[in-house]
């Protein structure tokens, strides 16, 4: 199975060598770098640091499947220091011949009693479009991920459409269209063919119904349909990564023992490789 990769997120403070070995133990063959100081990876490289990580990459055989920036647009104030944010990824993700760079768009709210600011729709399109062209000076595409007023296929279609540039693309984290009732066949088919990237996770509902998002569980140990959703994909000619996005450090749940990346990786992949095994009988 070469299609599996990770996000490097819960390997903060890890060097490059250290993440590479885990992949290679595990069997991932591609690597979702998140930017950052204290993930090893960011703006502030050198050029000589960007080459000599592109080599170790390269002489292991790893993919790198994105750069995983924390960029988020609204069409509101605060754009503009972001976007400077963003150009420097997307010369990052350039030099580490990355090919992508995922960012975020709206508000992370997480419950439905705290209100959040109207994003004005054409600002956030015009913006997008901005970004876009940008990105493609440097042969890089953007990727929009699935999240918060964005969760959606019915809600990321009309701007995809508005937004009308060929590096455009989604990455479908599975479990935030089901934390806003969507149901996966539903999102794949509103995503058709721009849905370029997957994000594997699993969680079940809070009990108190103000909270949005889902309390994460290992993987296999929630509510998210992971097989049938990667069935669902396979079917629909979906032909990209199924990558891990073990988030510990933004989620308490995770950030006990049993949780670490060296418990759950190996896991995951053996997960994956079962349900691909089981697609081919």
């Known amino acids: 199975m070469k299609r599996l990769a990770f996000s490097t997120l819960p390997c903060e403070g890890w060097s490059l060598d250290e993440m590479i070995a885990l992949a290679q133990t595990c069997g991932f063959n591609g690597m979702e770098l998140r930017e950052g100081v204290m993930w090893g990876i960011s703006t502030e490289m050198t050029l000589d640091e960007r080459h000599a990580t592109l080599h170790k990459l390269e002489q292991a055989n790893m993919c790198i499947t994105n750069i995983g920036s924390g960029v988020c647009f609204t069409g509101n104030a605060g754009d503009t220091e972001q976007f400077n944010t963003f150009k420097k990824i997307i010369q990052l993700a350039h030099d580490l011949k990355a090919g992508s760079v995922r960012i975020f768009l709206g508000y992370f709210n997480n419950r439905s009693d705290n209100p959040v600011p109207v994003i004005p ?25 699935t999240h918060n007023e964005f969760a959606t296929g019915r809600s990321l279609r009309r701007l995809l459409d508005d937004v ?14 089901l934390e806003e009732s969507e149901m996966p066949t539903e999102t794949i088919a509103m995503l058709g063919s721009q849905c370029v990237h997957v994000h594997i996770k699993d969680g079940i509902p809070f009990d108190d119904p103000m909270e949005l998002s889902w309390r994460y569980t290992k993987v296999a140990e929630g509510e998210v349909p992971i097989a049938s959703i990667v069935n669902q994909l396979e079917q629909a000619g979906y ?15 995770l950030q006990v023992p049993g949780m670490e990346p060296s418990i759950i990786f190996p896991a995951y992949v053996d997960y994956m490789r079962e349900i691909f095994q089981t697609r081919m009988k």
């Not at 032909?239 to 749940?253: A, D, H, I, M």
């Open 239 to 253: 032909n990209g990564f199924y990558s891990l996005e073990w988030e510990t450090t933004w989620r308490k749940e």
């Open 164 to 177: 009308d540039r060929q590096n455009c693309a989604v990455i479908y984290d599975i479990i935030h269209p």
């Open 121 to 145: 729709y054409s600002e956030l399109a015009a913006q997008i479009k901005m970004a876009c062209d940008y990105a493609a000076e440097y042969g890089v595409q953007v990727w929009i991920e």
